[in-house]
């Protein structure tokens, strides 16, 4: 016996970020887009609780009660009593500490997995509330599709999508720390007036439209500076990108992952293949978006 939840990557059309707030955090305007990168999460009743990981960048995943898996299963447990005796398996293909939200994708996967196998039937509103303790970025990965998350990126309200919209996504040889991107974002900014962080019409407009071009012309990142900085050859994979056609090129919510908006199908072919002849980056994936968010797709 055993349930299998499938979670989605996320790429972030706009991220205007405000100034520190007290308790570290800065206030955002995420506009979230899910796309079809996958993590699938299984887990199976176990002595006790354990953690096993395959892809690509397991060799970079923690296994210990670190692991935002591990950690929706150990919350969801203590929160009814009982006992968190699973082992959790993650067949990785987001890559890790990309800014795709891999690992708060496999915290909403385990929840939803674990909620389903325990029969704990959990409210929407009490998996929202858990997967907010986990992250900021957790709640989106449960529910996919594309949503405006303000507050630290918790608060969300779900956006109209009005078609589907073509990326490529260029994997980084290295990963960047989400803590490090935004300590630099404060560093950059120190004696500039940081506003404080709005959605832009003119994107949301887009994504309602269904409109590559329109939504090319809006998407915005305020980490993308601070995620430069700390990783200047970013520049060179972004200039390759446009050059091969992309409408837009920016740096994926904290990066290091490149995301690059084409026009259709094709035209992200062409961009992959000029990604991956460009030398500039370790792998080359194409996705599209709104993808569905966190859903079980085995189990009994
Ligand atoms: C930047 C974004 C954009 O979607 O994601 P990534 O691109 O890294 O995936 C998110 O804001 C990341 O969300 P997530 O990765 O869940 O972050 P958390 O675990 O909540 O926080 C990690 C650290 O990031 C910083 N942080 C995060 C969110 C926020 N609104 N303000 C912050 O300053 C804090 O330093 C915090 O200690
Ligand atoms: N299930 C998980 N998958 C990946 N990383 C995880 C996981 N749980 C905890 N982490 C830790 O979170 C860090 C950020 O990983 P990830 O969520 O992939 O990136 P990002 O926050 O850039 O989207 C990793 O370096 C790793 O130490």
Request: net charge negative; aromatic share 4%; glycine share 10%.
């Amino acid at each position: 016996m055993s349930v299998t939840v499938r979670v989605p990557a996320k790429v972030n059309v706009q991220l205007a970020v405000g100034a520190a707030r007290p308790d570290g955090f800065h206030d955002l305007a995420n506009v979230f887009l899910a796309v079809g990168l996958y993590d699938e999460v299984t887990v199976t009743p176990a002595d006790e609780l354990s953690v096993t990981c395959e892809g690509p960048d397991a060799a970079l995943v923690p296994l210990d009660r670190t692991n935002l898996a591990a950690r929706a299963a150990l919350i969801l447990a203590e929160r009814r009593g009982i006992e968190p005796a699973v082992h959790l398996h993650i067949a990785k293909d987001i890559p890790v500490a990309g800014g795709m939200a891999g690992g708060s994708a496999d915290g909403a996967g385990a929840l939803l997995a674990c909620d389903a196998l325990w029969g704990t039937n959990a409210s929407r509103e009490e998996l929202l509330d858990i997967c907010a303790e986990l992250g900021s970025d957790v709640p989106f990965s449960l529910v996919g599709g594309a949503a405006l998350g303000t507050g630290r990126g918790e608060k969300l309200t779900a956006l109209d999508v009005g078609g589907t919209f073509h990326w490529v996504f260029a994997m980084a040889e290295r990963g960047l720390s989400t803590p490090a991107v935004f300590r630099e974002f404060d560093r950059l900014t120190e004696h500039a007036d940081v506003p404080e962080p709005v959605a832009s019409e003119s994107l949301l407009d887009a994504l309602a439209e269904g409109d590559p071009d329109a939504l090319a012309a809006a998407v915005s990142n305020d980490l993308q500076p601070a995620a430069l900085s700390l990783f200047p050859e970013l520049a060179d994979t972004l200039a390759a990108g446009r050059t091969a056609g992309a409408l837009a090129a920016l740096v994926s919510g904290s990066g290091p992952t490149t995301a690059f908006l084409a026009r259709d199908p094709r035209s992200a072919a062409k961009v992959a293949e000029a990604l991956r002849a460009s030398g500039t980056c370790r792998s080359v994936r194409v996705a599209s978006g709104p993808a569905p968010g966190a859903t079980v797709v085995a189990g009994n």
